[in-house]
């Protein structure tokens, strides 16, 4: 049973780093640059598929959490790891996601919000999210034992 374990924590934090980027830092600005894409549209369509990114990465974080309860255990770094990941999510989910939702709203009734330091904040919290995750999985795969 351990091998399921180990190998979900190695797929799971992979499959969530090629979530981050493929949806987070490709499809986002490639999007505004399809022909006949609005503002307001490409507003709205970011806003579905960040959700939809917040809801899968919250899903594999509590599978990944339940699964370094099993055997065998995850250590204390790897508990550190996976606290970042929580606290990162819940920064993005909570705080950053909806002050952007607001922005966005603004921009789709057609007002100008003016400057703000927020989208700048939710790529480095991406960042910070897809650090992490790589520093877990590469943890992850050397605590591997080749038989």
Not at 31 to 51: D, E, M, S, V, Y
Not at 63 to 80: C, D, F, V
Not at 90 to 118: C, K, M, N, T, Y
């Amino acid at each position: 049973m351990s091998r399921l374990w180990i190998s979900l924590r190695i797929v799971l934090p992979a499959v969530w780093i090629g979530i981050i980027i493929g949806l987070s830092f490709i499809e986002t600005p490639l999007k505004f640059q399809a022909p006949g894409i609005t503002t307001p549209l490409g507003l709205g369509i970011g806003r579905l598929i960040f959700i939809a990114l917040s809801v899968a990465g919250w899903m594999i974080l509590v599978i990944l959490t339940l699964i370094a309860q099993a055997r065998p255990r995850e250590s204390k770094s790897g508990w550190m790891l996976i606290g970042a990941m929580w606290i990162i999510m819940a920064i993005e989910s909570f705080a950053l996601r909806p002050a952007l939702a607001a922005r966005s709203d603004v921009i789709i009734a057609g007002g100008d919000p003016g400057e703000s330091w927020l989208h700048y904040g939710y790529i480095v919290a991406e960042l910070l999210l897809l650090v992490t995750l790589a520093w877990y999985l590469v943890r992850v795969t050397r605590r591997i034992r080749v038989a």
